[in-house]
């Protein structure tokens, strides 16, 4: 596995896993604890999650606190458009954000740590994105930013998408901004 592209300032990284391609298929690792060491990322993960979506669907922004929540994204079954943003109160990239296309075929990952928002589209008829979390979800600490915040600015490849009621009415990174749990997110 090796770092294929990084962002603002190295805190994001593409992750590429080396492929062994036979008659049968292929074989990769897609998680090995020296390896993620070596290249600078955590390497203790604490719950694992899955996620199938239809086209069209977006979740997200999503984000931790409590504790303190990084993520290792990647594309299981089909394709999807994985994001980060910043929202570390006092960062030079606050409110930017990084969206890469990752699939079953190019079976990139992104990382994404602590501090920073994360969401993903589906482009395909169908996906699922499997990532690996630094700590167990605590549902008083987590929340989330709107999706189409205009302050963000994130262009989706998608045009009417299809979104859970908490994501539809999900708060800006300015309201975000005026909560007293946003002081845990200091640059």
Same mark, same amino acid.
């Given at each position: ?84 943003? !910043? *929202?570390? =109160?006092?960062? /030079? ?14 079976? @990139? #990952? ?40 205009? !302050? *963000?600015? =994130?262009?989706? /490849? ?14 800006? @990174? #300015? ?13």
């Amino acid at each position: 596995m090796k770092i294929k592209e990084t962002f603002f300032d190295g805190e994001v990284k593409l992750l590429e896993p080396t492929i062994f391609p036979d008659s049968r298929g292929f074989f990769m690792e897609a998680y090995r604890e020296d390896t993620l060491a070596n290249l600078g990322l955590p390497s203790v993960y604490r719950q694992d999650n899955l996620s199938g979506s239809v086209k069209n669907v977006i979740r997200g922004l999503h984000f931790q606190w409590s504790p303190a929540m990084s993520k290792l994204m990647r594309v299981n079954v089909g394709t999807a458009f994985l994001v980060a943003v !910043d *929202i570390r =109160i006092g960062s /030079p990239t606050f409110g930017k954000w990084v969206g890469v296309e990752a699939s079953a075929d190019n079976k @990139l #990952q992104l990382f994404a740590p602590a501090y920073f928002a994360r969401g993903f589209c589906i482009l395909s008829e169908y996906a699922e994105i499997y990532y690996k979390c630094t700590a167990i979800y605590n549902q008083p600490c987590e929340s989330g930013i709107l999706f189409s915040d205009p !302050d *963000i600015g =994130i262009d989706w /490849p998608v045009k009417n998408p299809i979104l859970s009621d908490k994501d539809a009415k999900a708060q800006t @990174l #300015q309201e975000w901004v005026n909560k007293p749990e946003s002081k845990n997110f200091l640059y």
